[in-house]
């Protein structure tokens, strides 16, 4: 079976993932900050938001693995992972952004949690349906 939809959005997870990881890694670089964060406010949020994303991100691309693989429409399927990677991207911005835009950081938290919900919530029904 095809899983062409959640390759998709993998990838571009994954790229969100790259950048989120190079501004981490760059700060580093240009501030001679090898471990930790020693205290640096930037490099904390920088570190923040990166882990933010590689907390939420896998369970949100399973959930759409799964959906995938156990036939869910490919619009659905679409909805799903474009909510996913608009949720994570949001938080991003809003988290990087100095001072902070809480606005972005809260919509793109509940459209993370949103398609984590609603992804296991139709997977159940389907499993006991």
Do not use: W
């Amino acid at each position: 079976m095809s899983v062409a939809v959640t390759a998709l959005y993998t990838a571009c997870v994954a790229l969100l993932f790259l950048i989120l990881s190079a501004r981490v890694i760059l700060y580093r670089r240009a501030n001679r900050i090898s471990l930790g964060d020693v205290g640096d406010k930037a490099l904390i949020k920088r570190m923040r938001a990166q882990a933010n994303c590689g907390e939420y991100a896998p369970i949100g691309l399973m959930l759409l693995l799964v959906s995938e693989l156990s036939g869910a429409p490919a619009l659905a399927l679409h909805l799903m992972g474009m909510t996913l990677l608009a949720g994570r991207f949001l938080h991003a911005v809003g988290f990087s952004a100095t001072p902070q835009k809480m606005i972005l950081r809260q919509i793109g938290m509940a459209m993370t949690l949103a398609m984590i919900l609603f992804s296991a919530l139709g997977l159940i029904g389907h499993a006991l349906f």
